[in-house]
């Protein structure tokens, strides 16, 4: 049942067409380059339609479609919301995309990034047979694809897994309005900013350098990232936390203390039977997350 899966980032399209046990059959990958609203939404429809005339050549026919975004999708209207693509605070994605396609009944399924994340390592990477495990995904920001009996967790409003929002400190200050107290301190952005650095990368070379502030910056995160786990553990009692992102990168090295972190707060029996492991995937677990979206939207229709 071969499906096209499409990753939409900040700054980049990555779409590839996929047979049923993950094998990637053709893939392509276009910039942004500055477009915003509807010329996003026709780029996506256009790397479908080239995919799928590409499938026809060689007598393929796609079955389904799935699509990442870097926000929220909202699965009852098809509607998307994604801070960095301008013009997308309630853009009707699904709708645009269905309109160009050759065949109206092919099934077009999206959903959040962070779900896709998910969805991709359990598919092909880290949490491959995985029931119940959570994507921690830091880059420039912070969210969570949460899986709970083979589902992902929406949520009521779509939102569920915006964890840059946790309470992790005290007194609530007004600088964690915008982004979350948890994603201010410790996310790519947050790294950078709280040590008075550039980018999250000028804090690792610091850190590898013995630059007092950036040290200081990642013992504070080495918590934060471990309180935040210890809740993650005790509310969901997954498997497998997967660190992946920008950050778990360089960040990765630090999953022993994290997990050490972890244990002083996470219910006891829960934190001793959950891995920690890193992503496999790398960049390319949305993208696999949407294949996976697709295909699992056949599944369901069967």
């Given amino acids: 049942m071969p499906v096209i899966g499409l990753d939409l980032g900040g700054t ?23 477009r915003k609203g509807k010329q996003v939404g026709r780029l996506i429809a256009g790397e479908i339609n ?4 590409f499938a026809r050549a060689k007598k393929i026919r796609i079955k389904a479609v799935g699509v990442s975004v870097p926000g929220i999708s909202y699965s009852k209207t098809g509607k998307v919301w994604a801070p960095n693509i301008p013009g997308w ?15 109206k009944k092919i099934p077009v399924t999206i959903d959040s990034d962070r779900a896709c994340y998910i969805l991709g390592e359990a598919w092909r990477g880290a949490a491959r047979g995985c029931e119940n495990a959570i994507f921690l995904a830091v880059g420039t920001g912070i ?88 809740n993650l553990v005790s509310l969901f009692n997954p498997e497998k936390i997967i660190f992946g992102g920008g950050v778990f990168g360089p960040a990765k090295k630090f999953r022993p203390q994290i997990f ?6 996470a219910q006891p029996i829960a934190i001793r039977k959950v891995k920690f492991e890193a992503a496999k995937l790398g960049s390319d677990a949305g993208l696999y997350g949407a294949g996976y979206l697709a295909l699992r939207s056949l599944k369901k229709t069967h």
């Fill in 89 to 103: 605070t309630n853009f009707p994605l699904r709708k645009e995309i269905i309109a160009t396609l050759p065949d």
């Fill in 260 to 265: 050490a972190e972890a244990k002083k707060w």
């Fill in 50 to 53: 080239k995919l799928v005339q």
């Fill in 143 to 230: 969210g969570a694809g949460i899986l709970v009996d083979g589902e992902i967790l929406r949520g009521a409003n779509d939102i569920a897994g915006a964890i840059g929002w946790l309470a992790l400190d005290r007194p609530f200050q007004a600088k964690y309005k915008t982004c979350g107290g948890f994603e201010h301190h410790a996310s790519g952005a947050g790294l950078a900013k709280v040590g008075g650095f550039k980018t999250a990368k000028d804090v690792f070379d610091a850190y590898n350098a013995d630059n007092p502030v950036a040290k200081k910056v990642l013992r504070e995160a080495i918590e934060f990232w471990g309180m935040a786990t210890a």
């Fill in 12 to 34: 980049k399209l990555a779409a590839a067409i996929f047979n049923d046990d993950g094998r990637i059959l053709c893939k392509s990958g276009v910039p942004l380059a500055g």
